[in-house]
């Protein structure tokens, strides 16, 4: 074949074509060399300007638009071992999150915590690799336990990938110093008790203002005399106490004399909160409204209403957290706020990527949640408070 040096072998003397050449071979694959040519720039600032690697080099924006359109027009892809010799870089993040009980314990798929628990994983991790895959990136998945813990885990992160996403901190001093003197970039998503740190990336839900505006909702639903219902394996992070302050807003926003609230720690196993619940109502009186900050406690609560015969949401309306799809699928459906948690992930992974790359950390975010109304609460909309 003529006209195509790259699909034809020169030393073939019979005239046919070589083996893997012809029409359809596959073409010399482009190099950064091609692309310096293109652009008429030297190779380093090629790479300079592909890895965002500026440490004593200033390239001019014209230049930077030539390597560009140089890369577009020979369809040219870095290899990983390409950038990672000329960055140090692998190119990777990882995605560390907790898991419950042991590493080499089966997730109990008829538990319904550890359904909504994988739920969120799912989310966190697409959330993750939409930003990640986006720039090129690999996504790693790490878990810690008991077993694996984060310093264990940071001493051997190094080795593989640039940076850590790190979903749903822990209330815990000695983690928090570890995340801060980490040599890795960092981004949390959650809520933290400690001091926010300017090395580290930050994205968490306004748990306040959460908290207000589902106690605004049952206010305005005609609620009086309001349950919030708390996991009490969670009473103490810093998301559940922002949640009860917001709530405590809500109620002091209004001058009714008759609008009241009690605080109650539940655990999250459905029948010893079921039973906990019914203990409570029992001294305290039937409430007619139910604020649950988490876990399964909506449908602990409901199972508990009914044995009292308090219908949903004629007697008691009742708004969940965490809102989740067995939500829409209860009798009555439960009101809930959901949280951006895929949403999250994604703007972490941007956030923590722009840090590996720029060597800065950028601003903290911070989102709200939504509030999904539904039969429970009878109630659609979230007052404007004075």
């Excluded at 560009?68 to 960055?87: D, E, F």
């Excluded at 799912?122 to 310093?151: F, N, P, W």
């Excluded at 040599?183 to 008790?193: H, K, Q």
């Excluded at 302050?245 to 459905?270: C, K, R, W």
């Amino acid at each position: 074949m003529a006209g195509n040096s790259n699909n034809t072998n020169s030393s073939n003397r019979g005239g046919k074509p070589s083996k893997g050449g012809g029409k359809g071979a596959s073409k010399r694959r482009v190099t950064i060399m091609d692309v310096a040519k293109e652009a008429g720039v030297s190779i380093a600032a090629v790479s300079r300007i592909l890895n965002n690697s500026y440490d004593g080099f200033s390239a001019r924006e014209e230049t930077k638009q030539r390597v560009y359109a140089a890369v577009k027009k020979l369809g040219y892809t870095p290899s990983r071992a390409a950038v990672r010799l000329a960055t140090g870089k692998h190119q990777a993040v990882a995605l560390c999150y907790p898991i419950h009980g042991h590493d080499d314990v089966p997730i109990n798929t008829s538990s319904v915590t550890a359904t909504l628990l994988q739920l969120d994983q799912m989310l966190q991790i697409h959330g993750a690799i939409r930003s990640a895959s986006k720039v090129g990136y690999d996504l790693v998945l790490m878990t810690r336990s008991e077993e694996r813990t984060i310093g264990k885990l940071l001493a051997n992160a190094g080795e593989s990938v640039d940076g850590i996403i790190y979903v749903n901190p822990e209330d815990d001093d000695t983690v928090s110093e570890q995340l801060r003197n980490s040599e890795l970039p960092i981004a949390v998503v959650g809520s933290m008790n400690y001091k926010e740190d300017e090395r580290i990336c930050s994205v968490s839900v306004d748990e306040f203002t959460a908290g207000r505006m589902a106690m605004g909702h049952l206010i305005v639903a005609g609620a009086r005399k309001v349950i919030v219902a708390v996991p009490e394996e969670r009473s103490h992070e810093a998301a559940i106490v922002d949640r009860v302050e917001g709530i405590a807003h809500a109620v002091n926003s209004y001058s009714d004399p008759s609008l009241s609230f009690t605080v109650v720690n539940l655990p999250e196993d459905m029948e010893q909160a079921k039973a906990a619940f019914l203990n409570h109502i029992g001294a305290w009186g039937d409430p007619d409204g139910v604020l649950t900050l988490g876990g399964v406690l909506p449908f602990a609560i409901s199972k508990a209403l009914e044995v009292e015969r308090l219908r949903i949401p004629a007697q008691v309306k009742l708004v969940g957290f965490d809102e989740n799809p067995m939500y829409a699928l209860h009798n009555p459906p439960i009101t809930g706020i959901r949280y951006p948690v895929e949403e999250m992930c994604r703007r972490a992974t941007e956030m923590l990527i722009e840090r590996i790359r720029t060597g800065k950390t950028p601003e903290p975010a911070l989102m709200t949640p939504k509030m999904i109304a539904r039969k429970s609460s009878e109630a659609s909309e979230v007052p404007m408070f004075r």
